[in-house]
């Protein structure tokens, strides 16, 4: 298969030295895996009509494949990483392996020229969920699952009880209250307070099989009303958005450490909790970033 990229004059001068043996020619497959898919993500298909700039995706940015090998070492660095943090006396959690049930999307709302983005990798140019994301939504999913609890019991708001449970996570109140062998006090210890710092450490999370992209649509009908002009009329015309996407089926690894190994496994269990049942990254009310086993 031959992918063909073509020459743009708007390209950032330092993106076109990178690219200039590729720039201009057929790229052959073998070629085309050697890119860095961050500055090809970054590099999209820029056009002039009339005074105007129109930037869209790059149509080819899904038919890029990755070398299995690639990604076989990128896991065995990071393992290598993480293992050494036994010598210190930590707990490590390892076997966390989850894959995509239908897409993927992190980042989606990040600075970007064609307004939709995706977090990659700065130096391996894949696509990746930060540490922070995922402590973010473990977190989040405890707040739910605690909240839909009590709220039940006393029969109040679940909204209400959301607020009242996510502001004593942060303030370090304990509710005294269990779910699932896992009390409040438990949350207090995993996540932190604005007092101490949370005792598990959340890792980035890394594909690790089956790797791959889809470029997806939005298609706000109404655009005049979303930019304020006009009521949302059936005769405005639809735009569709384009957006890139981690298809189904790829595998991802989860990573996860502590000096107690009880508090560890209790967030492991949070943990695959979230993702399976709530999902990660944008759009997860749509079934985006949902993850199964």
């Given at each position: 298969m031959?992918?063909?990229?073509?020459?743009?004059?708007y390209?950032?001068?330092?993106?076109?030295?990178?690219?200039?043996?590729?720039?201009?020619q057929?790229?052959?497959?073998n070629?085309?895996n050697?890119?860095?898919?961050?500055?090809l993500?970054?590099?999209p298909?820029?056009?002039?009509?009339g005074?105007?700039?129109?930037?869209?995706?790059?149509?080819?940015?899904?038919?890029?494949?990755?070398?299995s090998?690639?990604?076989?070492?990128?896991k065995?660095?990071?393992?290598?990483t993480?293992?050494?943090?036994?010598?210190i006396?930590?707990?490590?959690c390892?076997?966390?392996?989850l894959?995509?049930?239908?897409?993927?999307?992190?980042g989606l709302?990040?600075?970007h020229?064609?307004?939709?983005?995706?977090?990659?990798?700065?130096i391996y140019?894949?696509p990746?969920i930060p540490?922070s994301?995922?402590?973010g939504?473990?977190?989040h999913?405890?707040?739910?699952k605690?909240a839909?609890?009590?709220?039940?019991e006393?029969?109040?708001?679940f909204?209400?009880?959301?607020e009242?449970?996510?502001s004593?996570?942060?303030?370090?109140?304990?509710?005294?209250?269990e779910?699932d062998?896992?009390?409040f006090?438990?949350?207090?210890?995993?996540?932190?307070?604005?007092?101490?710092?949370?005792?598990?450490?959340?890792?980035?999370?890394?594909?690790?099989e089956?790797?791959?992209l889809k470029i997806?649509?939005?298609n706000?009908?109404?655009?005049d009303y979303?930019?304020?002009n006009?009521?949302?009329?059936?005769?405005?015309?639809?735009?569709?958005?384009?957006f890139?996407?981690?298809?189904?089926?790829?595998k991802?690894?989860f990573?996860?450490?502590?000096?107690?190994?009880?508090?560890l496994d209790?967030?492991?269990?949070?943990l695959k909790?979230a993702?399976?049942?709530y999902?990660?990254?944008?759009?997860?009310?749509?079934?985006?970033?949902i993850?199964?086993?």
């Amino acid at each position: 298969m031959n992918i063909k990229i073509l020459q743009n004059d708007y390209f950032n001068k330092d993106i076109k030295s990178i690219f200039n043996i590729y720039l201009n020619q057929e790229i052959t497959q073998n070629k085309f895996n050697d890119i860095n898919f961050f500055y090809l993500f970054n590099m999209p298909s820029i056009s002039k009509k009339g005074n105007k700039l129109e930037i869209k995706l790059n149509e080819y940015i899904d038919k890029f494949t990755w070398n299995s090998l690639f990604i076989e070492n990128i896991k065995n660095r990071i393992e290598r990483t993480i293992s050494n943090l036994k010598n210190i006396g930590l707990y490590i959690c390892s076997d966390i392996t989850l894959k995509v049930s239908w897409r993927l999307i992190v980042g989606l709302g990040a600075s970007h020229p064609q307004e939709t983005s995706m977090t990659l990798h700065h130096i391996y140019g894949i696509p990746y969920i930060p540490g922070s994301a995922v402590k973010g939504v473990t977190r989040h999913w405890a707040v739910l699952k605690f909240a839909d609890n009590i709220a039940r019991e006393i029969n109040e708001s679940f909204e209400k009880v959301i607020e009242r449970v996510s502001s004593a996570l942060e303030t370090d109140v304990d509710l005294n209250k269990e779910i699932d062998g896992i009390t409040f006090k438990d949350l207090l210890e995993i996540f932190g307070t604005q007092e101490h710092e949370g005792k598990i450490i959340f890792f980035d999370a890394y594909p690790i099989e089956n790797l791959k992209l889809k470029i997806d649509i939005m298609n706000p009908h109404y655009p005049d009303y979303y930019t304020g002009n006009e009521p949302p009329t059936d005769w405005q015309n639809p735009i569709p958005i384009k957006f890139l996407t981690v298809d189904s089926n790829t595998k991802f690894q989860f990573y996860l450490a502590g000096k107690n190994k009880e508090l560890l496994d209790k967030t492991k269990s949070l943990l695959k909790e979230a993702l399976i049942n709530y999902g990660i990254g944008a759009k997860t009310s749509l079934g985006y970033g949902i993850f199964e086993e």
